[in-house]
């Protein structure tokens, strides 16, 4: 058993109720390998940001569950390094059984993800609350799922979403434990969030999706006030990458994502933890095809996965300053 203190890492429970406080949300960035983890810590220092260093469960195969707690407690020196002691989470995201999360919490890891929306609601509910009662022994807190998102990403996927239904929250939230609860209102997961056709065009000829269901997250705000939402799914996709990635061999058909100023706009509410993985692949793919397709010679890793690594600190700290409202908030 390792605890997450012991690795200079904290829960989400101080950060979340000071971010709902201050109308502003915590950044939740995916991360597999050094690079991502460098931007990340590199972009929240610099813009004094407290955020949450997330990890799905594919990326927890991918780079080892060992080395991944290795990696958490050196982002922690890192920031200190750089000058900074931050506030870091180590979060599991769309953790899918009580096993998978137990081995998280065990292995370091301040916060876990169970996502039992796919389930029944009894059903949801009696693994949140079997998850919370395991995790709250070691202080580690607990994000539940309501409702369910549509797209792919990782070994996440649905091809519908399902709103959540605000006269369950209350019910929920009560029965399970929980310490935050992802509600869906409209984002999915993945660069294909919205077709073509379900979006319209705005004087720039631009395709601008279906605006996100501010409705409901008012309803589930007035039933449990104060208490942490998160918001999965919300990349931008921002269309340069998408560009510079189709001009230099790629094929990304249709990537489109939530409009920043209704991120801003839910940053400002009780969502107080937004979810943010695909923008991220989207930059550091952008330039290593760019680099790839302009110096084919180029063989040395450094060469291609620095630019992208700096790439990447750019976009989290545009993320930090103007669409989460984080900045300063360390």
């Known amino acids: 058993?390792?605890?997450?203190?012991?690795?200079?890492?904290?829960?989400?429970?101080?950060?979340?109720?000071?971010?709902?406080?201050?109308?502003?949300?915590?950044?939740?960035?995916?991360?597999?390998?050094?690079?991502?983890?460098?931007?990340?810590?590199?972009?929240?220092?610099?813009?004094?940001?407290?955020?949450?260093?997330?990890?799905?469960?594919?990326?927890?195969?991918?780079?080892?569950?060992?080395?991944?707690?290795?990696?958490?407690?050196?982002?922690?020196?890192?920031?200190?390094?750089?000058?900074?002691?931050?506030?870091?989470?180590?979060?599991?995201?769309?953790?899918?059984?009580?096993?998978?999360?137990?081995?998280?919490?065990?292995?370091?890891?301040?916060?876990?993800?169970?996502?039992?929306?796919?389930?029944?609601?009894?059903?949801?509910?009696?693994?949140?609350?079997k998850v919370v009662d395991y995790a709250h022994q070691f202080d580690v807190t607990v994000e539940g799922e309501l409702g369910v998102l549509a797209g792919v990403e990782d070994e996440v996927s649905a091809e519908h979403h399902t709103y959540t239904d605000p006269a369950q929250v209350?019910?929920?939230?009560?029965?399970?434990?929980?310490?935050?609860?992802?509600?869906?209102?409209?984002?999915?997961?993945?660069?294909?969030?919205?077709?073509?056709?379900?979006?319209?065009?705005?004087?720039?000829?631009?395709?601008?999706?279906?605006?996100?269901?501010?409705?409901?997250?008012?309803?589930?705000?007035?039933r449990i006030p104060g208490f942490p939402i998160v918001l999965h799914g919300s990349s931008s996709v921002p269309q340069q990458y998408v560009k510079i990635i189709n001009e230099n061999g790629g094929a990304l058909k249709d990537a489109i994502g939530i409009p920043e100023e209704q991120l801003r706009e839910a940053a400002k509410s009780a969502v107080c933890k937004i979810n943010i993985d695909s923008d991220g692949r989207l930059a550091m793919t952008a330039t290593v095809r760019k680099i790839f397709n302009e110096k084919p010679a180029e063989f040395d890793p450094r060469k291609y996965l620095g630019p992208a690594r700096d790439e990447l600190k750019k976009l989290y700290m545009h993320k930090v300053q103007n669409v989460l409202g984080s900045e300063n908030k360390a």
Request: proline share 4%.
């Open 1 to 129: 058993m390792v605890s997450y203190k012991d690795l200079g890492l904290v829960n989400t429970r101080e950060m979340f109720a000071k971010a709902i406080k201050g109308g502003y949300a915590i950044p939740a960035f995916n991360f597999n390998n050094m690079e991502q983890m460098q931007a990340i810590i590199q972009a929240c220092v610099e813009t004094s940001s407290p955020v949450i260093l997330q990890v799905s469960s594919g990326a927890r195969k991918y780079a080892n569950q060992t080395l991944l707690r290795y990696m958490a407690q050196g982002a922690t020196e890192y920031a200190k390094e750089l000058g900074k002691n931050i506030p870091i989470v180590l979060h599991l995201d769309h953790g899918d059984s009580f096993e998978l999360c137990k081995s998280c919490i065990d292995m370091g890891f301040s916060s876990v993800m169970i996502d039992g929306s796919h389930l029944p609601y009894e059903e949801n509910v009696a693994l949140t609350k």
């Open 170 to 222: 209350e019910d929920f939230v009560k029965k399970t434990g929980v310490d935050s609860l992802a509600i869906s209102i409209g984002t999915s997961h993945g660069a294909n969030k919205f077709r073509p056709e379900q979006c319209t065009r705005n004087a720039d000829g631009i395709l601008v999706p279906p605006p996100l269901r501010f409705d409901i997250l008012k309803e589930v705000e007035k």
